[in-house]
């Protein structure tokens, strides 16, 4: 898989001594990775005889079409490996340019698009050959028993990590646009775009819920993370931080872009903030933050999630990117 390598120059933390003492360690580079991506719509697919190239906003994925001339044997239909993070090209040369919302023929195939589905089916029986749904929009995500959740303007999908996104389906609201998943001990509380919640189990058939739908209080969009000094915090969705101390007084406020995310790392010496279409990680130095790499990502961020230290799960209207940190 094609990956963008960013290399970050960090310092580790100090060695303490038994008296609080101890010298920093040497800079050691740290190597970051966008290790997947999950599409969440489709730009257009460029159609050759026997393959296309469908993009995405910073993805691509490559499909065979199995020998698209009547004459040709039919061979394999469908995705070959996961999409691609990267930029991609439009359809140029050969290609022909299909766009969301309309259907072309190929050969022996038919293909499909919309902005949330790719489908190639036998263009002279219509029977389906290979179809690939996506999510939309990503508005939230939680991590449960090892799979990765997300709520879309589709209802809610999972997938495990390195894998693509999979529709649950189900019973209740977990079916339609929701706007944020939760975990509340062994339950996933899902909350729809029309301000319902609900708390549900997945099973063998999907989504199962576990109470009647209601109300919940609105959603509180403060964010805080701890670091060694204090604690950082900010307002998602607004402009600046502020960095404060144990006892909540203001040490310094540091001026952001309107904040999409903020998530905290190696134990408050580091912090990660998204905002304005970059993910940048700060290390933490007293009452100030210094900014030591910036990862460019495709659109506006609205849920982010750290598993652990090493690998981060960014997802928007561009669908889902998995980060990993070596």
């Known amino acids: 898989m094609q990956r963008f390598i960013f290399w970050l120059a960090v310092a580790q933390a100090l060695a303490l001594g038994a008296c609080g003492g101890g010298a920093p360690r040497p800079d050691v580079p740290v190597r970051v990775e966008a290790t ?28 065979a079409l199995g020998g698209a001339a009547a004459s040709e044997p039919a061979g394999r239909v469908g995705p070959l490996g996961p999409a691609r ?37 036998d263009a002279e029986t219509g029977a389906a050959l290979a179809e690939r749904s996506l999510s939309g929009a990503v508005h939230g995500l939680t991590w449960s028993s090892g799979w990765l959740i997300a709520a879309t303007d589709d209802g809610l999908y999972r997938g495990r990590l390195g894998e693509a996104l999979r529709r649950v389906g189900g019973d209740g609201i977990a079916t339609g646009p929701l706007l944020g998943v939760f975990r509340d001990g062994d339950a996933l509380w899902v ?60 040490a310094t406020a540091l001026p952001t872009p309107p904040l999409e995310a903020l998530l905290p790392l190696d134990a408050g010496e580091r912090l990660i903030t998204v905002a304005d279409g970059e993910l940048t990680v700060w290390r933490v130095r007293g009452w100030a933050l210094e900014r030591q790499v910036m990862f460019p990502l495709p659109g506006v961020t609205r849920a982010a999630l750290m598993i652990d230290d090493a690998t981060w799960v960014v997802a928007g209207d561009y669908g889902v990117v998995t980060l990993r940190r070596f």
């Open 36 to 63: 997947h991506v999950t599409p969440g719509v489709y730009l257009e697919a460029c159609v050759r005889p026997d393959a296309l190239r469908a993009r995405s906003p910073w993805s691509e994925t490559q499909w």
């Open 85 to 121: 993070f990267t930029v991609g090209t439009p359809c140029q040369g050969s290609e022909v340019t299909l766009a969301p919302g309309s259907a072309l023929t190929a050969g022996a195939r038919r293909i499909t698009l919309t902005a949330k589905s790719l489908r190639v089916e």
């Open 191 to 250: 909350r729809s775009a029309s301000g319902q919640a609900q708390p549900i189990a997945i099973g063998a058939f999907g989504a199962v819920p576990l109470a009647p739908a209601g109300v919940l209080p609105a959603w509180d969009a403060r964010v805080r993370v701890p670091v060694a000094s204090g604690r950082v915090e900010g307002r998602l969705g607004a402009e600046g931080l502020r960095m404060v101390d144990a006892d909540g007084l203001l």
